[in-house]
């Protein structure tokens, strides 16, 4: 079965810090990624998504991220983060052609210090 | 922008118990979903649910699970007898294409279960 990982479980930087969170994935075939964030007492919700195309999307926030196939990644990057970006991030994949349901990694959680 | 909202929040219960979390996705929507995560561990899929009936279920998802949109508006989550490893947060959402297109799923904010 597929999975996703994210090496980075917690993560601690300050405000205008660069910020890259890994994902991987296993599967071998096209896929569809996510990035979802989940604000302290808040619901998750959509950051960006890559479905075809530009490999480097542009997400809400000034967050990107970038789908290399041969790495099987999709990183999330953000070139300075915020104290208001504290919060916890998901990386989720849906493969192509075969179940709708996205699986999630275990999610990044960012403390931002301001 | 619409939501997809939980009730409760929080919810404590002695084992055994039966419980019972409830969701009302967006209304246009037509593919629902729980999901949970054990504290430290990874967002899990239990189960989608689509035209009344279960579409996809994980291993996690036994007999001591159940679903149902009662009404048309709400979609239920129900355990029979709560275990102290069901502790966990659990996550509703829907989406609208399912496998018919790019699927985005919109989450409510969780229920966090704890089982004493």
């Given at each position: 079965a597929q999975s996703v990982s994210q090496h980075n479980h917690h993560v601690i930087l300050s405000e205008a810090a660069s910020l890259e969170l890994g994902c991987n994935y296993s599967y071998g075939g096209t896929v569809n990624l996510f990035w979802y964030v989940q604000y302290p007492g808040q619901h998750l919700q959509l950051l960006l998504k890559y479905?075809?195309?530009?490999?480097?999307v542009k997400g809400i926030k000034g967050f990107e991220a970038e789908f290399i196939k041969s790495k099987f990644s999709f990183n999330l990057r953000k070139p300075s983060v915020q104290w208001s970006d504290t919060a916890e991030y998901f990386c989720a994949v849906i493969p192509s052609g075969g179940s709708y349901i996205p699986t999630f990694g275990r999610g990044t959680s960012l403390i931002v210090h301001p | 922008e619409p939501e997809v909202t939980q009730t409760p929040s929080h919810q404590v219960t002695q084992m055994g118990q039966e419980v019972i979390l409830r969701c009302v996705p967006?209304?246009?929507?037509l593919y629902f979903y729980w999901y949970r995560q054990i504290l430290g561990q990874k967002v899990e899929f239990l189960v989608s649910f689509y035209n009344n009936e279960i579409s996809e279920k994980s291993e996690?998802?036994?007999?001591q699970f159940s679903v149902e949109r009662?009404?048309?508006?709400n979609f239920t989550l129900k355990i029979r007898s709560t275990k102290l490893e069901d502790s966990a947060m659990y996550f509703c959402a829907s989406s609208l294409?399912?496998?018919?297109?790019?699927n985005v799923l919109t989450f409510g904010a969780g229920s966090r279960l704890t089982v004493l």
């Open positions: 479905f075809s195309g530009d490999p480097l | 967006i209304s246009n929507h996690i998802f036994d007999d009662p009404d048309g508006s294409t399912g496998p018919s297109g790019a």
